[in-house]
């Protein structure tokens, strides 16, 4: 028999008890699909997840001041100046104070995040304005009374009236609104980063916090390569601020933002590994369906492999046609899993929101491994189907 007879003998064989394939192949059809579906859904929150932690800032380090019961805040603008004028890496800088007010504005009040930050903070964050203009160097060092407001709180207070020139107060203080940030999201957390307002950095330590202390220091690095070289630039230059030996605990502690996405990247790849693999299972249980309905089909079809072989089909002809059944089965399972794993991705994505990514390899993968699982499960009964005598086939009754 030629290989084009055995394929087409085994799909006359397949297609005579359709609904028998189908449920035997239903088992590779739902393995496939969980696998594709789990993947796509794991590399779709794994982009996600670093588009969103990588848009909290361009090459970004954060400098900490140490947490504890005993810790105390050292961080102060005269770190901050030390690092400009000092560090060659980088590209911006700024000192951060953040605290939590309530704000009167239009004929709203509205409790959010208000930070004092100074204009280098837009390109550290890699932030734009979307109306109105961000307050300078000069109104920084004068302690200027204005503030720019992110996008939730100016439909919060003032609806859809254009804010730009009105009074808020923020706690006691009162505040000219001079600018309306460009819209940013959420953070990887799940945080609003619309939800705030930026003041200058001296007016917030002033009058806010009336503190001369930092809550912490941003620093954009000028290249993503150079993110260890400068991490370890700044801890000298803090060290030697705060009077601090190579060998001392530090009182505060340089976060690496690119650790972060990277950490945060090969948590969710490990997870998405982890689902695909107990996904997989289902392909295991779905060949062991295929080689039990391929024993049945050897015991059901025992008279006529008698009747092939005395005609003079060869041992190998029953072997290959047995098996190119099983492969059939599963490699159609595959398709149909392959096929439903795309349209649930779509639904997913366009009706609940999850994101996801489809791997064209992993498709390629699924579809190679329910051939494999084919050729393992299918080759045992197929090898019994070739081992029976002629003889006893056909009196097999």
């Known amino acids: 028999m030629t290989a084009f007879k055995i394929v087409e003998f085994s799909f006359r064989s397949i297609f005579r008890n359709r ?18 579906v789990m993947v796509a859904v794991g590399e779709g929150s794994q982009k ?6 990588a848009s909290m800032g361009t090459n970004l380090i954060n400098v900490m001041p140490m947490r504890g019961p005993e810790a105390i805040n050292t961080l102060s603008r005269a770190d901050v100046k030390k690092i400009r004028t000092e560090a060659s890496l980088v590209q911006a800088i700024s000192g951060i104070t953040r605290g ?10 509205w409790e959010t995040s208000v930070m004092g930050v100074e204009p280098d903070y837009l390109v550290i964050k890699n932030w734009g304005v979307g109306t109105g203009a961000f307050f300078t160097e000069q109104d920084l060092a004068s302690r200027s009374k204005v503030a720019v407001i992110g996008k939730t709180v100016a439909k919060e207070l003032f609806g859809q009236s254009d804010p730009i020139g009105s009074s808020i107060r923020i706690g006691t203080t009162p505040f000219t609104v001079v600018a309306v940030l460009a819209e940013k999201g959420s953070t990887g957390m799940g945080d609003d980063q619309d ?24 620093i954009s690095v000028v290249r993503d390569d150079l993110m260890d070289r400068a991490q370890t630039e700044i801890d ?10 190579a060998t001392a605990t530090a ?3 340089v976060m690496n933002m690119a650790d972060i996405i990277k950490t945060a990247s090969q948590t969710s790849k490990s997870l998405t590994m982890l689902l695909a ?5 289902s392909l295991v249980v779905g060949g062991i369906g295929i080689m039990n309905i391929m024993l049945v089909s050897v015991t059901e079809r025992t008279r006529e492999i008698g009747i092939r072989m005395s005609v003079g089909a060869r041992r190998r002809d029953i072997l290959f046609q047995f ?25 997913l994505t366009a009706f609940v929101g999850l994101p996801t990514s489809i791997n064209p390899m992993v498709i390629a993968a699924s579809a190679g491994f329910a051939g494999a699982v084919g050729i393992f499960f299918g080759y045992y009964p197929a090898r019994k189907a070739a081992g029976l005598y002629p003889i006893d086939a056909l009196r097999y009754e």
């Open 48 to 53: 996600q997840i670093t588009k969103q932690i």
């Open 251 to 253: 009182d505060y502690s």
């Open 236 to 245: 000298t230059i803090l060290r030697e601020s705060h009077r601090l030996s």
């Open 100 to 109: 939590s007010f309530d704000v009167v504005g239009g004929t709203s009040s």
């Open 277 to 281: 693999a107990i996904a997989g299972v």
């Open 19 to 36: 609904m028998r394939s189908l449920l035997t192949s239903l088992g590779i059809i739902i393995g496939v699909c969980s696998v594709i």
């Open 195 to 218: 939800d705030v307002i930026m003041v200058p950095l001296d007016t917030a330590l002033a009058r806010l916090s009336k503190s001369r202390n930092l809550g912490m220091i941003a």
């Open 323 to 347: 098996l190119s059944e099983s492969v059939i089965l599963s490699l159609m399972g595959g398709m149909i899993g392959i096929v439903l794993a795309v349209t649930l991705c779509k639904v």
